[in-house]
């Protein structure tokens, strides 16, 4: 259980690029970075606008002579310090998280940075390579993942619970851009510009949540090869996609599909996961994150809750409140950053045995995201045809 117990023996000092005032992901990277004390927001380049950055750094109680005009300036600025920053979190647009993150490498930072990681794999495994040969780690932040009943589904899945895999029925769809909503809203509109946004927007955007989630519940299943289709509802998001469909097939037979949408009317988040196995099959909604269904064949449906003692060691080690009141999204990213936070900690004290054991969306998490976009983006480009994974 986690309630106020100390996790690392003093705060990483810590700095934001991005995530400045009004934007959707800022908020809830401070909530999550500070909530445990493991990380202390001592510095930031947190605007495309330096003043209005600055004067949000000062309003977060940041020392205004640390609230920088640009990331260039943080790292060279924070470098010369005793004091200096030791990690930083990047919440900008997609289009610059591959020179912001590779810059924070070379000034020998440790990263947490949004998804999707950058625009290709080659640059995702640059990155990788770098972060390797640093010593540094990558966080990135596919936040669902630190929901407490996503652990359980691991552990189920793992002990045979479902009996063999055959099927991984996953879809993030929302419905919150069924109209043309960027053309008065800043945030929507990088995301459907290839420059800013990269090949493809509700592929990396959503699809690639889900995903993860399955590549953690299921660590063996790799991807064979994949079919997408992408289609632009509001015309004038081509080429960029506002709807698609990938189906998969994974080594071994099992079958996967990811429906990733802002199109679909009406829908929430819409984000589930269905794991479906020779036995039983196993449900988890990212709208009613404390419950996870688990039906197994021929025997009445059952719904386990979170925070109860019936649920594996694994899966109640993050709680923090006990079963019945409701935890949300915030503590699953409070989750991951504390695991950032020990990751960060065990490097620079070079114990690999302890970095070994901690689980978290890390580089290769990152990469892999990159490269399923990629791969989705090759088959719909081509017609929508099976496309060997790459
Ligand atoms: P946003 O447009 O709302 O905010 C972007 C922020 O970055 C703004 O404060 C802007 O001023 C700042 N910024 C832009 N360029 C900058 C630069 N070069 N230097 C410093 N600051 C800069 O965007 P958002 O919705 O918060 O998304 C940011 C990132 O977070 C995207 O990559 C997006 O995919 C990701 N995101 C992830 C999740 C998640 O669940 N993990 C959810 C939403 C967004």
């Known amino acids: 259980m986690i309630n106020g117990t100390k996790l690392t023996a ?21 909530s999550a970075a500070l909530r445990d004390n493991v990380f202390q927001l001592v510095a930031g380049a947190f605007d495309i606008d330096p003043q209005r950055g600055r004067d949000f750094g000062a309003s977060l109680g940041v020392d205004p002579a640390r609230c920088y005009a640009d990331y260039q300036t943080l790292f060279a600025e924070e470098a010369k310090r005793a004091d200096g920053i030791q990690a930083v979190s990047i919440a900008t647009p997609n289009g610059t998280h591959f020179a912001i993150c590779k810059a924070a490498l070379l000034a020998g930072l440790h990263v947490v940075c949004e998804k999707p990681l950058c625009f290709t794999t080659a640059e995702a495994e640059e990155l990788q390579r770098l972060a390797a040969a640093r010593g540094r780690i990558v966080g990135v932040t596919y936040g669902y993942a630190g929901h407490q009943l996503i652990e359980q589904a691991r552990q189920m899945i793992a002990a045979g619970e479902l009996g063999d895999i055959r099927i991984v029925n996953m879809q ?13 809203n800043p945030a929507t509109r990088w995301r459907v510009d290839p420059k800013l946004a990269g090949p493809s927007y509700v592929l990396g955007d959503v699809g690639t949540h889900p995903l993860y989630l399955s590549e953690v519940m299921l660590p063996e299943l790799k ?3 994949l079919m997408c289709s992408r289609q632009s509802f509001v015309a004038s998001r081509a080429p960029l996609e506002d709807n698609a469909f990938t189906l998969m097939q994974y080594h071994g037979g099992a079958m996967g599909f990811v429906w990733s949408s802002a199109v679909n009317a009406g829908s929430m988040h819409g984000q589930k996961i269905r794991v479906i196995g020779s036995k039983a099959s196993l449900e988890w909604w990212d709208e009613r994150p404390n419950q996870l269904s688990f039906e197994v064949q021929g025997q009445p449906a059952q719904v386990l809750e979170r925070g109860m003692d019936y649920l594996h060691p694994a899966a109640l ?10 935890e949300g999204l915030f503590e699953a990213w409070s989750n991951l950053y504390y695991r950032f936070a020990l990751a960060m900690a065990a490097s620079d004290r070079d114990d690999q045995a302890a970095l070994a054991a901690i689980h978290y969306p890390d580089i290769h998490a990152g990469v892999e995201g990159v490269r399923w976009v990629e791969n989705c983006v090759r088959s719909a480009d081509q017609g929508g045809v099976w496309v060997d994974y790459q």
């Open 223 to 225: 991807v064979q090869k």
């Open 317 to 326: 080690h993050d709680d923090r409140i006990g079963g019945g009141h409701p």
């Open 172 to 184: 993030f769809a929302h419905g919150f851009h069924s109209a043309a909503v960027e053309e008065a």
């Open 10 to 30: 003093a705060p990483i000092r810590w700095a934001m690029v991005g995530g400045g005032q009004g934007s959707q992901i800022g908020y809830i990277h401070r």
